[in-house]
């Protein structure tokens, strides 16, 4: 029986338009010539921004105690969580030499970049668990410098408290009530303290798009675009709690594609006939934004087997992809395209999306079959570094002039000759 598509969708838009990224260049290159003049201007036309650009340190300090207890235990229950995986990742990969022949040894060196840029997103919501996995995550690689940034808001005024406590907690050097392309361009182009080496972070298309264009001069984690999500499920599976978890994660945007695998009919009709009661006990207007994109994004697929599941699922290559089936260990060993894995039904994204350790800025759009997602390594150089003496001298250096006049490279071959004991 072929893959069958019970409930389909049309597809994803392309992730930029053609307006974004000339928006986007003409805004960025204004940066570049006018500076701070002209980032203040975009943040006061756009944001209704006109107050301190950079956050007070007394500011940041007194956010603790502008929040509520419980939500800050929480940050600090996530936080500590974070950390404690982020710097398990750090310990997971060393520094190393090796003698490859007589003479030869090469190495390997681990360095931190010097700065980083993270965008914490501010939009329809408050990305309170962005500031942690992006801030945190550097702190832990051993980044000297981080500078983060959050579009300001008139009634808070400025980044909302609890937004600027987890900011302060992860261990952000500066903080700028910035937004948008002007907050990207701030950062990579060094407006408000040092350049950063690397922005980090999710934001809107306008976000993702400046990410795009600043790549190369400043690194970046990834191009992201809508947050997506896929359901594994079998006939062990509960349907009301398929269908929240789906309509759970559909509630980012009407742009956010929500999947349900499966290999049982009764099961893919069961949450079919939950998905609207499911999606009216959300609140408006998150309502009305997952109802969007599981009418507009939405699909049911119904397969014939798990191994056919699985080939799906890794072909599309998910952000989130949960599993809800027997045999947890079958689909750890196998399924292997996917920006995070959730395993069992007592595990749901959301856990990931907080505070249960592993980061959130994971790979959309199907790019999880080719990288994973923002971890300690995206803010560590692994560089290399070789020396040579004279018992490794003599084949070295034929074996390079060889290689390099069969290549017609005679400069390289002479500065091998060189070497050769006379």
Known sequence: MPIAHLKPAPGLPPMTSRDTADTVQIMLARIATEGRAAVEDYAARLDGWTGEIVVPTAELEAAEDRIDPALRDAIRYAHANIRAFAEAQRASITEFETELRPGLTCGQRLLPVGCAGAYVPGGRYAHIASALMTITTARAAGVPRVIACSPPRAEAPGIPPAILYAMHLAGADTVLNLGG?????????????????????PGNAFVAEAKRQLFGRTGIDMVAGPTDSMVIADATADPALVALDLAGQAEHGANSPVWLVTDCPALAEAVATAMPATLGRL??????????????????ILCETREEMARFADTTGPEHLHVQAHDLDWWLARLASYGSLFLGAETTVAFGDKAAGPNHVLPTSGAARYTGGLSVHKFLKTVTWQRATADALPDLARATAVISRAEGMEGHALTADARLPR
């Open 283 to 300: 609140p408006q207007p998150n309502r009305d934004a997952a109802s969007a994109a599981w009418d507009a994004l939405g699909e049911i």
């Open 181 to 201: 392309v002007q907050a990207v361009a701030a950062l990579a182009q060094g407006h408000y303290g040092p350049a950063a080496d690397i922005l980090v972070g």
